[in-house]
């Protein structure tokens, strides 16, 4: 300007936040059991932010996770939520799931009554374990009494 005086405008510039996803790099476990042993999941956002990791809130009876670390307390369906929640420069990613079955092992000890001689194959045997009863969600006691023609034949040393 000519006159002496000067003016100031604000200058506003848009910032636009990219999108991203997440994806899990780890493969579910195929055979996890109550107690048994743990699974790590990882995963990774397309931004390159950290991912974390909870338990849904429909499997919170069935596993847990602390320090990264997912355990087994009951048969089930565990599923374990992946979630990146975004920050100036990028939006949440939408949470992504991985589920998988958690199953109880049948610790099962049977013995052979002593009556039975070498080489018999038509017995009774009376079994008593402890495991899951179907829809229970505890485990208990578990019965059972067979008689069968086709069970292996006995060998006595």
Same mark, same amino acid.
């Given at each position: ?7 100031? @405008? $604000?200058?506003?510039?848009? +910032?636009?936040? /990219?999108?991203q =996803?997440?994806s899990?790099? !780890?493969? /579910? ?9 743990t699974?790590?999941? =990882?995963?990774? #956002?397309t ?11 429909? /499997? ?10 997912v @355990? &087994?307390? $009951?048969?089930?369906?565990? %599923?374990?939520?992946?979630n990146? #929640? ?7 990613? #939408? ?19 002593? !009556? +039975?001689?070498?080489? +018999?194959?038509? &017995? $009774?045997?009376? %079994?008593?374990?402890?495991?899951? %009863? !179907? ?10 009494? *067979? @008689?069968? *023609? ?5 060998? *006595?040393?």
């Amino acid at each position: 300007m000519t006159d002496g005086t000067s003016t100031s @405008s $604000a200058l506003s510039q848009g +910032v636009t936040r /990219a999108n991203q =996803t997440v994806s899990f790099t !780890s493969t /579910a476990p195929g055979s996890a059991t109550v107690d048994g042993a743990t699974y790590t999941p =990882t995963a990774t #956002a397309t931004s390159g932010l950290p991912v974390v990791f909870a338990i849904d809130s429909s /499997a919170s009876s069935v596993c847990s996770i602390s320090g990264g670390v997912v @355990s &087994f307390k $009951a048969a089930g369906t565990c %599923v374990v939520d992946a979630n990146q #929640a975004g920050n100036a420069n990028w939006i949440a990613a #939408a949470q992504v799931q991985q589920g998988f079955t958690v199953k109880v092992l049948l610790s099962v000890t049977g013995v052979v009554p002593s !009556s +039975v001689g070498r080489g +018999v194959s038509n &017995f $009774a045997i009376s %079994v008593v374990g402890t495991g899951f %009863v !179907s829809g229970a969600k505890s485990p208990s006691p578990v019965a059972e009494s *067979r @008689s069968t *023609r086709r069970h292996s034949t006995v060998r *006595r040393a």
